[in-house]
């Protein structure tokens, strides 16, 4: 990369716009594939354990991927790297269209690993955002870009219809009837499927589309490279990074401000999949029907994503740890709301004020690593964090009807809970050391 030059703020604020975009679209894509992908799984499968293969897949490809996929942006930049995940995103979407296309199980499975990887990329691009902006306007930056969250859990499931009549416009419709017999879960949703056009490519030809597009976008666009916009923001190493004793891994995640940002994003990310994982079986034995469920969990989304460019700005107002420590008494507060009553006021507060920790927790953690770090440095521990933050869920989600069982809702709450206590006893321990740190 050419050495860099003064880059006027607008170059930055177009760059935001143009990862936005390509955000939102790569969102809208993965989640129109979600809502379809375990019962196509089921069908093509021939089983009900095959349904829940694909999200797993996703989960943990997503863990596995998301270090590389910080080397590749430190080495390579960021527009590099981002045009990797899409390109994986793209190559996983046209691989589902075959699977379905031809009843090919296995092949839905590699197609999302394909999906999963993109993710790993695609999250770390509110570090890309964080970066070229400075430090007292990155929390909101960052938080535009969650916020595109929002754009596909409106838009992806509402792309199925067009998605389906574009299938039916290409040809390129399909349903695999001769194992629908085999599955229990395929038996069930026949009905529905009939009345719906039965199983669609749809999903997978509008994220298709879409993702072709983030790529076009990304490689257009994406310039100047952002990792040379940033210099010009990155401080001078710190004196706790240089009593880190180094640029290697372990001696990065030794410093406190770093240990703590990751376990802000660990925790909070944890104690959210757990608690909203479980939560539509908890409503469906309390006979709520799937209306009542798609509710509390559009609500719970837009407490996630919907407020993300205000809390960016509260973070940036009134401090990283601050927020952090917000972000752990809302958790603890939804985690006792949540269970009082099956009622649906109660599902409602609960869940939006998990979504809202949630957020809260995530985005100070994000605004806090990139401050941490610089350069290539960044990235690799971005993608270290994001490694151990998707882990970290993946065993919170495969826990949550283990604890479930054990003790009901309540038990998985009251899990959520002492995580929660937890975030605040290491925010209290790790400001400390970090203060300890620091110049007098």
């Not at 996703?58 to 991927?65: A, D, K, L, R, Y």
């Not at 599955?183 to 009939?194: D, I, K, Y």
């Not at 009807?401 to 929660?420: K, T």
């Not at 400001?431 to 007098?440: E, I, K, V």
Request: hydrophobic share 50%.
């Amino acid at each position: 990369m050419k050495e860099t030059s003064a880059y006027p703020l607008r170059v930055s604020h177009r760059l935001l716009i143009t990862i936005f975009v390509s955000q939102s679209l790569f969102s809208a894509a993965q989640i129109s594939i979600l809502t379809l992908h375990s019962i196509a799984a089921g069908i093509l499968g021939g089983s009900d354990a095959a349904a829940g293969m694909p999200t797993t897949v996703v989960t943990f490809s997503h863990s596995m991927m998301a270090y590389g996929m910080g080397i590749i942006m430190g080495r390579y930049g960021r527009r590099m790297g981002l045009l990797t995940a899409y390109g994986f995103g793209l190559l996983g979407a046209l691989l589902g269209l075959v699977a379905v296309l031809n009843g090919w199980f296995a092949l839905l499975l590699i197609s999302s690993a394909g999906m999963g990887i993109a993710r790993s990329g695609s999250q770390m691009s509110r570090f890309v955002v964080g970066e070229i902006f400075p430090v007292d306007r990155r929390a909101q930056m960052i938080g535009r870009v969650v916020f595109a969250g929002t754009i596909g859990a409106v838009f992806g499931p509402a792309l199925i219809q067009p998605g389906s009549q574009l299938a039916r416009f290409l040809r390129l419709e399909i349903v695999a009837e001769p194992v629908l017999a085999q599955s229990q879960l395929a038996q069930a949703v026949m009905p529905q499927a009939n009345v719906m056009g039965e199983l669609t490519t749809g999903p997978w030809v509008i994220a298709s589309l879409l993702l072709c597009i983030s790529v076009l976008i990304t490689w257009l666009l994406l310039r100047p490279e952002p990792a040379l916009i940033a210099q010009q923001y990155s401080d001078a190493p710190s004196e706790s990074a240089k009593a880190a004793g180094g640029d290697r891994l372990r001696d990065l995640l030794r410093l406190p401000n770093v240990q703590l940002a990751i376990l802000s994003m660990v925790i909070c990310q944890t104690v959210m999949s757990t608690l909203m994982t479980i939560t539509p079986w908890h409503m469906h034995l309390a006979d709520h029907g799937n209306s009542e469920v798609s509710l509390v969990i559009a609500v719970h989304v837009f407490g996630m994503f919907g407020l993300s460019p205000l809390t960016g700005y509260l973070i940036d107002r009134y401090g990283r740890v601050n927020m952090m420590v917000i972000a752990a008494l809302i958790l603890i507060a939804s985690t006792i709301i949540a269970p009082l009553s099956t009622q649906m006021p109660y599902l409602l507060a609960g869940l939006f004020l998990l979504g809202l920790g949630w957020n809260f927790g995530y985005v100070a953690g994000s605004s806090m690593l990139a401050d941490a770090l610089s350069g290539a440095n960044r990235t690799r521990v971005a993608g270290f964090n994001d490694t151990l933050v998707a882990f970290c869920a993946g065993l919170g989600t495969l826990s949550s009807g283990f604890l479930f069982g054990l003790g009901g809702f309540l038990f998985v709450s009251v899990g959520g809970g002492a995580m929660a206590l937890a975030l605040l006893a290491l925010i209290r321990t790790l400001s400390l050391r970090q203060l300890a740190l620091q110049p007098s």
